[in-house]
């Protein structure tokens, strides 16, 4: 099954199952911007005495648990594959709501306005899209919140991945203290990041396969910590017709339906996170599931109307797998969708049954 002929996302009519993970997972469209945005926004820090940070968990544990004391703004590439994409940020704190925005400076013109708990999506084919409450952001962005729980997450981090300091450098003109994140398994990538040196700011996120080729990158090119941010960067510049439109709001509901399909098999320390909306936007597919390790998801989707074959697909550091297969009910498809090695989809897939 090629990428290009996966369903289209009702919701945002943005492409391919692709943007239904993460970021995850994080391609060119707008769940790139999600999925992007909530990593970032988790990202602030305060400038604690390094001292107080002695062993690479305590460093990400205060990257993580300062998120919502600094003002910063700042340009940025992210890359998967050979894409490529320029971004500027702004954030900003003021009478203890947070604020930000965040523009697409190549592609289709973008932007993501945050106010508080709420996500504002703006571009000119979808108008703009609202977001309301942390779990409506988690439930585009990807596996979880990010940005209320991302240090719980690292705090988390010791059973599926090995954390250590990987030496120093420079990032955006700013020293760095490199810290590598090794997975304790074949079924998960690794990460290398750079955290600023005095603000614990990350600068820079690899996600690596286990030959430590780069799938994807995130990297300030530059960035300003500490100053004041003007509100009008904070407020929306994209001009788009009409007013913002809830994004569906049936998650909620659907969460009470029993799914359809089981999981028999997913990787160590990897947790049932936000259902998965069905191709069509409106109600949560009762054939789709997500999964999260706090780092990376995957996406798991069964069609029993598809005719597609058994394909492989890989986009930077995400994977498409599709099988099809029989029981006594009939014929059906299964496709798992995300930042996980060929090996990890494959057994994913093979797992997957109709429930009882």
């Excluded at 407020?235 to 788009?240: C, F, R, S, T």
Aim: net charge neutral.
């Amino acid at each position: 099954m090629r990428l290009s002929k996966l369903p289209r996302d009702g919701r945002f009519g943005i492409g391919s199952w692709f943007n239904k993970l993460l970021g995850n997972s994080l391609g060119t469209e707008l769940g790139v911007s999600l999925g992007l945005a909530a990593l970032l926004l988790s990202a602030s820090a305060n400038s604690t005495n390094n001292a107080s940070a002695a062993t690479p968990e305590q460093w990400l544990m205060e990257m993580g648990s300062n998120a919502s004391r600094l003002n910063y703004s700042g340009s940025l590439v992210y890359t998967e594959g050979r894409r490529m994409q320029s971004m500027r940020i702004y954030h900003s704190v003021k009478n203890g709501v947070r604020r930000e925005r965040l523009v697409h400076l190549s592609g289709e013109p973008r932007e993501v306005i945050r106010r508080g708990d709420t996500v504002l999506c703006i571009d000119k084919v979808n108008g703009e899209v609202e977001l309301k409450s942390a779990s409506g952001v988690s439930a585009v962005a990807g596996s979880g919140d990010f940005t209320s729980h991302y240090a719980a997450r690292f705090a988390a981090l010791s059973e599926p991945y090995q954390v250590i300091f990987a030496g120093q450098g420079r990032v955006a003109g700013r020293d760095v203290i490199l810290i590598d994140l090794l997975p304790k398994d074949q079924y998960r990538h690794g990460f290398k990041l750079a955290l600023d040196n005095e603000s614990k700011l990350l600068l820079r996120s690899l996600m690596v396969d286990e030959a430590g080729q780069v799938l994807e990158r995130f990297e300030y090119t530059q960035i300003g910590i500490g100053q004041d941010i003007a509100d009008e960067d904070l407020e929306p510049q994209l001009k788009v017709a009409g007013k913002p439109r809830p994004a569906s709001a049936a998650g909620e509901t659907a969460q009470r339906q029993p799914l359809a399909w089981k999981v028999g098999w997913v990787p160590p320390a990897f947790m049932q996170s936000q259902p998965v909306a069905s191709a069509g936007g409106g109600d949560i597919d009762p054939g789709a599931q997500m999964f999260s390790d706090g780092l990376t998801a995957f996406s798991v989707f069964v069609d029993e109307q598809s005719a597609m074959g058994q394909h492989t697909e890989q986009r930077g550091a995400t994977t498409a797998h599709t099988i099809v297969a029989n029981d006594a009910l009939g014929r059906f498809s299964v496709t798992v969708v995300g930042e996980i090695p060929r090996r990890a989809a494959k057994r994913i897939a093979a797992s997957v049954s109709r429930q009882p």
